[in-house]
């Protein structure tokens, strides 16, 4: 099943990447100039031709290339005179938003050379085991003499170079331990793989009858597919975490003091400045107006739903979107001082307290390396003293216990269920940062949730589209097809979804805090409030509407409503069975707080919180002992998010917000978290049975070595089958979960004149 | 036993080659789109193979 990102096709100016291209342009080797952006909206694959099609077809650009897995495209042109804003203009006229791709952003290039680096050690090892084993079985089928020895020159021929070529990323991590005077995991397998090959190499040279080749390729091959799994993990959650991140290249426009203006970085931002922000556009810095009546939308910075009217006087503070009209603003701080920075901060000291938790993994990986280190010494010791001084037999059981005592298993245990628990979650529209979460994400027992973007889609929806005329409706559309206001975008969609052409209103006009009038056969008709249409006011607190009135017909009202996500009682509900204590933390009024948690079942609910109050609740029910998954968007929910025991945050929430959490989900629905948890609670079960797996193996197993009845060999066809094993466990997750995909499929929405304004925050 | 000499080099050239393509096709870029290839072959026109589908 699909999951598709609920962005649907968007004609956002605003969100457009407004700044200057050249910077991302890069130079090819054969002379021609290439181009990469991110486009976070494409879901189907139908829109791979789309795109390359469109792209190819304009001047100049000789060809696009669509790399669906990452979201991204790539241009390339040879004509000096092609400007890359084009690429821009023509995804975004196809309902496309795209940013520059900067592959150093988020560290994924380095990602990308190490995951490239172990799977060619993995290919190389490979090749060498199958090789080695083909002539190690030659050679236990009785190959003698001259045969022997050219067999095992041959082995030491692969084997050398391979362990050389791909034992280096282990060799590296050792030294490095080893020269900060600490021990890791990597260095008793350093030493059993460096020991057995050199041993082996010493029998060959002395014709010998058993040289270890094998067994130092066969562990190589296993502890690398280990750690590319591992790594294979970590490197799928964070691309895909930065695809939805952008660039936090906003830019302003300035009025310099002349009256010229021009587009600067909003890090260039200076206290002081006179900003240009036009209608749709985000604020880069905070500052207090100096020209022009607006309506602001400040859901993001505080999770307040309804736009608010500012004048000349009033404070605007960075992050908040500018809706109706155009703004003038004398900017008052930038860059460290705003308000963003604020909650930056407040964000970095919860970060702390986060980085105490240890993972399972590590706590054990801690023990287990000197426990090794010491068993191995002690056989030595052991055998030399029971032998009276036999170092070959010796040393071979000393490295019988090195390898088979050997991480592998223990090493898998983790990465691979977690590695197949990503896969799963990817699938059903989740995305993990990193395999803490999930360990987290199974033993919460509280859920907080914001309510704005969180509990629902943070978006208006026209609440009585039906019992409408659809004349009111085809006229009302009509008037508010330009606007931003998000009730004005509520309204075109309902008229979209019903199929009504919006009607041909002209000289339309936007007053910011009442409405939209404009001419429809020659007769004025006006949307907006009742004040500005000629009612009376009624007093129907919270729920937002709208009037629309022409001539003297009577006017017709439109209520709306933000939304539940469609499954949210569900989601509740079936938490609440499982005995989590779930409530609401809100900066939204207490109305529509209070209304959401009613018809949700949570008694517990708080409206009007700020982020600082957040953080300290959260870390209040931390102290008390309670572990909190804290789910939110905003802002606002950003400190908590970094609070909680774990986080989750919507594929729509703020870049801060995405960047906070553990855990995001896609999509409309919230059943997403139902099945993190599920899938993390699973994969705990099968961490811990792996990991039971791994030690019964160890004891068993380590005894046998010491006792010097396991040559290397076995040991490292114990070892390996030991790895299979964990590995066949782990893939039963795949099993159990493939069957449970309960995501809400939701289609891009049709190519309509309206755009949701609410859609940037999707993307 | 001279055969071996023909069929250890022969066995192994033959591992070495399959060793080659895949890091070869590990390099020239195939691995870095796995979705999209699996969707291409349904949704993509057929059009002549141009020069440019090597460039990603």
Not at chain 1, 492 to 516: D, F, H, K, T
Request: proline content about 5%.
């Amino acid at each position: 099943m699909m999951t598709c990102c609920a962005i649907g096709p968007a004609i956002d100016a605003a969100t457009l990447f407004a700044g200057d291209l050249e910077p991302w342009v890069t130079a090819r080797p054969d002379g021609s100039r290439e181009l990469a952006l991110i486009i976070p909206g494409i879901c189907s694959p139908e829109s791979i031709p789309v795109i390359e099609g469109a792209l190819e077809r304009l001047p100049g650009l000789a060809s696009a290339r669509v790399n669906f897995t990452g979201k991204r495209v790539v241009a390339i042109w040879n004509d000096p005179s092609f400007k890359p804003a084009g690429i821009t203009e023509k995804l975004s006229q196809l309902g496309f938003i795209s940013r520059p791709f900067d592959p150093s952003y988020s560290g994924l290039k380095a990602d990308d050379a190490q995951s490239s680096l172990l799977l060619r050690a993995v290919a190389v090892s490979g090749f060498a085991v199958a090789n080695i084993m083909l002539l190690s079985v030659s050679v236990w089928s009785g190959a003698e003499g001259s045969t022997r020895d050219l067999f095992h020159w041959i082995s030491a021929g692969i084997a050398l170079p391979t362990v050389a070529y791909a034992g280096r990323p282990f060799f590296r991590s050792a030294i490095r331990a080893l020269s900060s005077g600490q021990f890791n995991m990597d260095v008793p397998i350093s030493l059993a793989v460096c020991l057995a090959a050199l041993m082996s190499l010493y029998e060959t040279f002395n014709h010998g009858e058993v040289a270890y080749f094998d067994a130092s390729v066969t562990l190589l091959f296993f502890l690398l597919t280990g750690r590319y799994l591992d790594h294979l993990m970590r490197a799928r959650a964070r691309s895909s975490v930065s695809q939805l991140l952008s660039l936090s290249a906003s830019s302003a426009m300035i009025e310099d003091v002349g009256g010229a203006t021009r587009i600067i970085a909003a890090t260039a931002l200076q206290p002081q400045m006179k900003m240009l922000v036009a209608a749709g556009e985000r604020l880069a810095a905070d500052g207090v107006i100096i020209l022009g009546t607006s309506e602001i939308d400040r859901s993001l910075l505080t999770g307040e739903t309804n736009p608010e009217v500012v004048a000349r006087g009033a404070t605007v503070h960075a992050g908040m979107l500018n809706l109706t009209g155009p703004l003038s603003v004398t900017v008052t701080a930038a860059g460290q001082d705003t308000f963003l920075a604020e909650i930056i901060c407040l964000m970095a000291s919860a970060e702390q307290s986060r980085s105490r938790y240890v993972q399972i993994a590590d706590k054990l990986a801690r023990i287990y390396s000197p426990a090794v280190h010491i068993l191995a010494t002690l056989t030595l010791v052991g055998w030399l003293i029971w032998t009276g001084g036999d170092w070959h037999t010796s040393l071979m059981t000393a490295i019988a216990v090195l390898i088979i005592t050997c991480p592998c298993a223990l090493g898998l245990a983790v990465p691979a269920v977690q590695t197949v628990a990503s896969g799963v979650l990817f699938r059903n529209g989740v995305m993990i940062k990193d395999g803490a979460a999930l360990e987290k994400l199974s033993d919460v027992d509280s859920v907080i949730f914001d309510k704005t973007g969180t509990l629902t889609l943070g978006r208006p929806r026209l609440t009585n589209s039906s019992s409408l005329a659809s004349s009111d409706l085809a006229l009302a559309a009509g008037l508010a097809r330009l606007s931003r206001h998000p009730l004005s975008r509520a309204v075109c969609e309902a008229a979209n979804s019903r199929g009504i052409a919006p009607a041909a209103v002209e000289n339309i006009e936007e007053q910011p805090g009442n409405g939209l009038s404009g001419y429809f056969d020659g007769r004025l008709v006006r949307l907006g409030s009742r004040r500005w249409c000629g009612l009376q006011e009624n007093g129907c607190q919270g729920l937002p509407e709208f009037v629309l009135a022409l001539g003297e017909t009577t006017p017709a009202i439109f209520t709306f409503e933000d939304e539940l996500r469609p499954d949210a009682p569900a989601v509740i509900a079936k938490l609440k069975a499982e005995g989590l204590r779930v409530e609401i933390l809100s900066g939204d009024r207490e109305a529509p707080v209070s209304r959401a948690a009613s018809s949700l079942g949570i008694e517990c609910w708080q409206a009007g919180v700020t982020p600082q109050q957040k953080l300290a609740y959260v870390q209040s029910l931390k102290e008390a002992g309670r572990k909190v998954l804290m789910v939110g968007d905003g802002l606002n929910d950003a400190p908590a998010l970094a609070a909680g025991h774990t986080s989750m945050a919507p594929s729509s929430a703020t870049d801060i917000g995405r960047t906070t959490a553990d855990t995001i989900f896609m999509g409309e629905s919230l059943m997403p978290l139902l099945v993190a948890r599920d899938v993390a609670i699973a994969t705990q079960r099968l961490s811990i049975q792996n990991f039971a797996l791994a030690v019964g193996y160890n004891c068993l197993a380590v005894p046998v070595a010491m006792l010097g009845l396991a040559s290397p060999l076995i040991a490292a066809v114990a070892m390996s089958t030991s790895s299979i094993i964990v590995i066949a466990n782990s893939l039963r997750l795949g099993l159990g979960f493939s069957k449970q995909k309960t995501v809400v499929v939701t289609k891009p929405q049709p190519n309509s004149p309206g755009i949701s304004i609410f859609e940037r925050r999707a993307a | 036993m001279t055969i071996l000499l023909f069929l250890i080099p022969a066995a192994l050239a033959l591992g070495a080659i399959g060793l080659a393509a895949f890091l070869w096709s590990l390099r020239n870029g195939q691995f870095d789109d796995l979705d999209g290839a699996a969707h291409r072959i349904l949704v993509a026109e057929d059009r002549p193979k141009s020069s440019t589908d090597r460039n990603n």
